[in-house]
């Protein structure tokens, strides 16, 4: 299967050399490395900035289910051919589509705290805007706006794929059998579409706790007191800005195990929730 | 007629929650056409200028005479075309085999392959630069056109989790027809996976059209430079300011492939209720 | 149950992969140290080889960032170098800036660099304690491109490395340009405020500074953006860390009290913006739009300053501390290094020699604002006599000639200490907490990252 040849030789080989280089103090600049044991590991959990760190990139996890059930329900408003839903399709999915560099320009713009859009907005009910940027609660807080408004539109994607696979005929017999929308809702559509909503909880939640480039791109130095970067971000810093590959590697090791175990953890519960053919 | 007014008035509401939710999702791509038609001292001003006074074109020309953004439109085709192609087939032939087939320990081969995409790539960045330039692929496209061509995890799935959905009497009967495995996932499964597909080849395109860090790395030569950092070049003005007029016009260009491919899809939403129809 | 065991099955098969695997690669890694090892002092009978053969068709591969107009000037210049050395031929990578350094490090991890590349003298100590750097000392003393004395000292001497500290040792790059930073003013609003600017000779101290900045806020106008904090820690006789670089230093009364000066032009006094003030509209942008009066500007800007400001400006020196009476700040530059690992380090050598001390192209970068020229004659001579603002580049001058600086955390092995210095100074800015205070705090934490950066730089000698 070309899946595998892909996933030895371009995953598996550059993982095995960094699980092997987290236990090293490898300098990307340096040829030879030393084998130095766990003391990379050691150093990350005493690493105070680590766990800011995690601390944040939990907080990214909040957008997830707003852009979900969002998703869910306008993917639901388009599926029932609400007059004009193609063109409805193509507008909630622009944000997606943009390169990020253009939409940070944009959110510096909208979210300018003296006069971007928003916060005339809000002054015009009567409440002052906070400072978007330059206060990391805030920033934070404006990035998971931002990441919602911009997953709602593929969301609705996937989830119109899902309900387009269930067979109209078993609405037909439940409508039959006397069902109203809301027991058709949630007896036949809702377990129908389980898989995909499974798979978009993985995905996202992988997704968003790699969190990057918007940090990168909204603060220098991920923010006043560390207070936006996130766990990739910190590798990030560590792995090129201060020469401390193998710290890095062992950082990542970790993080990759922690994602690992939410994920497994995940396929474990999806047996009591996600319908799985017949 | 009672049912049917109240029918209306939620119609109504639905598509007013729309319209809403549309605007908010408009208003920030006008300031990008109307910024990308302003001279650059105008951009910030207050308040906001809708249509620009003077119409300035120069961006566009700008772009077009001065920067590599031909090259790198040709360059992020080819990548996407290639992996569009090869990228798709492989992948939805995994996601069929690992949903319908009984491979030995395929639950854990599929898991393996999951977890790929849980360590950051950061740490991979540089040993997988090793190995490119070991097999000599540095400079040219072919690290971003390979890997990507031999499987999407992300993709795989979400094909194999809606496959999985999909009847297994299907397989059952084909194979008492004397179908072999690639006939049945060629002419059953591959049809029938039509709405999936599609919206997975616009995330796969769009991922691959969007892709930065890896062009950036991998390829050294300007003129094979991709898009998105023909872009990023236009961005890197040292310590000056940012020319934003310029890099919103040429934002404005790289999401134009993906809407023209996004739109001309939309029809195999619509077309794929026919096919549902076949099943049950 | 059953899941869980072939879960670890799973497992310990990548992991079995992944041994087999290392074993390979290991094996790689020493083949390279073998056959890479790098001495600092590699015998000029080398280089005079390489110019023997010269007839030979040698290709270079030169990288760099850089805006158009940059761009522009290197591939004119390389042009032109090809046409003096019809033998070789020079590929020209430009990279993103944000981004060269990774790019970079992912070349010297594969042993695919190229002969010749800009090097930010942040990264110069990095690069050059790694062995990365070719050292041009004897180069320089041999070549007939240029006479290394008309060069800034200065900015020739940041590029030496001695092994423990910049300034003195191998050269290891050569200044691509030099920047300067100075006080810029609005000349309108110093006329309408009826202030007088200081003179070279009668510099204000930090007390007129303020007096002017305030006599110069009014309205949504303010005096002054905020203060260098380099030029006030530096002026008062005080520094971030010790003279061995190893040793936290801000807690120093002196340092104190510049800080708390600098902050004060904002929490105290509002002559500076806000800091929200300053999110929402940079004091560059504000300064451009003629709402500030006064602003630290580096050499870089002029060619901004001309295109697109509708008022008066000049330079002054920038303020003495009351305490010392002396003035500092600091310059920066870029530098272009060539790789030990090249093939044709004359040729390199050659190229970047010809790159940076380029009189034509030293020209260009002048006239077109960019820079301040590298070499001394043109800078007194050509530049000072241009047409064109400000009146007094001299400031400029006097920033390279006489009090500029290598910033702090330039001279350390990474900066890594310096961004959690500067982590929560915010707090400081607003007013919520004192520079006392909040230095007291930051003791621990910074000389923990300073120790770790001793640590690794002692890990390479």
Redesign the interface.
């Known amino acids: 299967?070309?899946?595998?040849?892909?996933?030895?030789?371009?995953?598996?080989?550059?993982?095995?050399?960094?699980?092997?280089?987290s236990m090293t103090?490898w300098?990307?600049?340096?040829?030879?490395?030393n084998f130095i044991g766990l003391g990379n590991f050691v150093e990350l959990f005493g690493d105070s900035k680590f766990w800011i760190a995690a601390r944040n990139t939990i907080y990214m996890l909040l957008p997830i289910p707003f852009y979900m059930v969002f998703g869910l329900l306008?993917a639901l408003?388009c599926h029932?051919e609400?007059?004009g839903n193609?063109v409805?399709?193509?507008?909630?999915?622009?944000?997606?589509?943009?390169?990020?560099?253009?939409l940070v320009?944009?959110w510096k713009?909208?979210f300018?705290?003296?006069?971007?859009?928003v916060n005339q907005a809000l002054g015009l009910l009567g409440i002052e805007g906070p400072?978007w940027?330059?206060d990391p609660v805030w920033t934070k807080r404006m990035i998971v706006i931002m990441i919602a408004?911009k997953m709602?539109?593929?969301t609705s994607?996937?989830f119109?794929?899902?309900l387009?696979?269930?067979?109209?005929?078993?609405y037909e017999a439940a409508t039959i059998d006397g069902a109203g929308a809301f027991m058709r809702f949630f007896k036949i559509t809702m377990p129908?579409i389980t898989?995909?909503t499974?798979?978009l909880f993985?995905?996202n939640i992988?997704g968003s706790l790699?969190t990057?480039i918007e940090v990168d791109l909204f603060t220098t130095?991920?923010g006043?007191?560390?207070g936006v970067a996130t766990?990739?971000y910190y590798?990030?810093?560590k792995?090129?800005?201060?020469?401390?590959?193998g710290y890095?590697?062992a950082a990542?090791?970790v993080?990759?195990l922690m994602?690992?175990l939410v994920?497994?953890l995940q396929?474990k519960l999806s047996n009591k929730w996600v319908?799985?053919?017949? | 007629m009672k049912l049917n007014i109240g029918r209306k008035v939620i119609r109504a509401l639905i598509f007013f929650i729309l319209i809403t939710g549309a605007m908010t999702m408009v208003v920030p791509f006008l300031w990008m056409l109307s910024t990308s038609l302003k001279e650059s001292n105008l951009v910030y001003q207050i308040p906001p200028q809708w249509i620009p006074r003077p119409v300035d074109w120069g961006n566009y020309v700008e772009l077009f005479t001065k920067s590599n953004i031909l090259s790198g439109i040709k360059n992020s085709v080819i990548v996407s075309a290639c992996v569009l192609l090869f990228g798709t087939f492989s992948t939805s032939l995994s996601a069929f085999a690992f949903a319908k087939l009984d491979v030995p320990y395929k639950n854990v081969l599929f898991f393996c392959v999951l977890s790929s995409m849980m360590i950051p790539f950061v740490v991979l960045l540089v040993p997988q630069y090793i190995i490119f330039t070991r097999i000599k692929w540095i400079n040219t496209l072919l690290p971003l056109i390979i890997p990507s061509s031999l499987g999407n995890v992300s993709m795989m799935f979400f094909l194999r989790q809606y496959i999985g959905g999909l009847p297994t009497e299907l397989l059952e009967a084909a194979k008492i027809d004397g179908c072999g495995y690639f006939r049945i996932y060629y002419k059953i499964f591959l049809p029938l996976c039509k709405p999936a597909l599609i919206s997975n080849i616009i995330m796969v395109f769009m991922g691959t059209w969007n892709d930065y860090l890896g062009p950036m790395i991998f390829v050294n030569d300007s003129q094979k430079y991709t898009l998105q950092v023909v872009i990023k070049m236009l961005n890197s003005y040292h310590e000056t300011q940012t020319d934003v007029p310029l890099i919103m016009a040429a934002s404005l260009i790289a999401i134009l492939p993906i809407l023209i491919l996004f739109i001309s899809a939309q029809k195999y939403f619509v077309d794929s209720m026919a096919i549902t129809g076949l099943k049950g | 149950m059953r899941k869980m065991r072939k879960g670890i099955t799973a497992l310990v098969l990548v992991v079995v992969m992944g041994i087999s695997m290392l074993a390979g690669c290991g094996s790689n890694e020493e083949d390279n140290t073998g056959s890479t090892e790098i001495s600092n002092d590699q015998t000029p009978n080398q280089e005079t080889q390489s110019g023997d053969t010269a007839e030979e068709q040698v290709t270079l591969n030169f990288m760099g960032w850089g805006n158009d107009s940059e761009v522009a000037t290197f591939q004119a210049m390389i042009d032109a170098y090809e046409e003096k050395y019809p033998n070789v031929s020079v590929e020209y990578t430009v990279v993103p800036d944000g981004d060269f350094d990774t790019k970079m490090q992912n070349m010297i991890a594969a042993g695919e660099q190229p002969d010749a590349f800009y090097c930010g003298i942040d990264n110069v100590m990095k690069y050059a304690a790694t062995g990365n750097l070719y050292d041009l000392s004897s180069y320089v003393e041999n070549n007939d491109l240029f006479d290394v004395d008309n060069v800034w000292e200065n900015a020739i001497n940041i590029y030496r490395y001695n092994g423990s500290s910049l300034g003195d040792g191998p050269l290891y790059a050569l200044p691509k340009d030099v920047s300067a930073f100075s006080v810029v003013y609005n000349k309108d609003l110093f006329d309408a405020a009826g202030i007088t600017p200081p003179t070279e000779e009668n510099p204000w101290d930090w007390n007129d500074y303020l007096e002017a900045a305030q006599k110069l806020t009014d309205g949504d106008v303010y005096g002054t953006a905020m203060y260098s904090m380099e030029s006030a820690v530096w002026s008062n006789g005080a520094n971030w860390l010790d003279d061995s670089l190893a040793n936290v230093a801000f807690t120093d009364p002196k340092f104190v009290e510049a800080f708390q000066f600098v902050a004060d032009l904002r929490c105290k006094y509002h002559v500076a913006p806000s800091s929200s003030e300053e999110t929402s509209l940079s004091s560059y942008d504000r300064f451009m739009q003629g709402k500030l009066g006064m602003m630290g500007v580096g050499s870089w800007a002029q060619a901004d300053l001309w295109n697109n400001c509708d008022f008066e400006w000049d330079l002054m020196d920038w303020p003495v501390s009351p305490g010392t009476g002396e003035k500092a700040v600091w310059f920066g530059s870029a530098g272009l290094a060539v790789s030990p690992e090249s093939e044709h380090l004359q040729e390199a050598c050659d190229l970047i020699a010809f790159l940076a001390f380029n009189e034509e192209a030293q020209r260009t970068s002048y006239t077109t604002g960019m820079s301040v020229p590298t070499l001394k004659d043109m800078a007194y001579g050509e530049y000072t006599e241009m047409d064109k603002a400000p009146a007094n580049k001299k400031a400029f001058l006097n920033v390279l000639e006489d009090y500029g600086r290598l910033a702090t955390q330039s001279r350390t092995f990474n900066q890594e200490w310096w961004s959690e210095f500067n982590s929560g100074v915010e707090a400081v800015y607003n007013g919520e907490m004192t520079a006392q205070e909040y230095c007291d705090s930051m003791v621990e934490s910074v000389q923990a990252l300073l120790n770790k950066s001793v640590e690794q730089q002692e890990a390479l000698k």
């Open positions: 299967m070309p899946a595998m040849v892909q996933f030895v030789c371009f995953f598996l080989l550059p993982l095995c050399l960094c699980i092997f280089a103090d300098n990307v600049l340096v040829k030879n490395k306008f408003a029932k609400i007059k193609k409805f399709r193509i507008l909630y999915y622009l944000p997606y589509v943009s390169s990020i560099v253009a320009l944009l713009w909208l300018n705290s003296e006069f971007g859009l400072n940027l330059g408004w709602i539109g593929i994607i996937y119109l794929a899902a387009k696979n269930v067979p109209s005929t078993y129908m898989p995909i499974f798979y993985c995905i992988i790699q990057f130095d991920g006043r007191n560390y766990v990739i590798i990030w810093q792995a090129f800005n201060y020469s401390q590959m890095a590697c990542a090791v993080f990759g994602i690992l994920t497994l396929f319908y799985e053919g017949d």
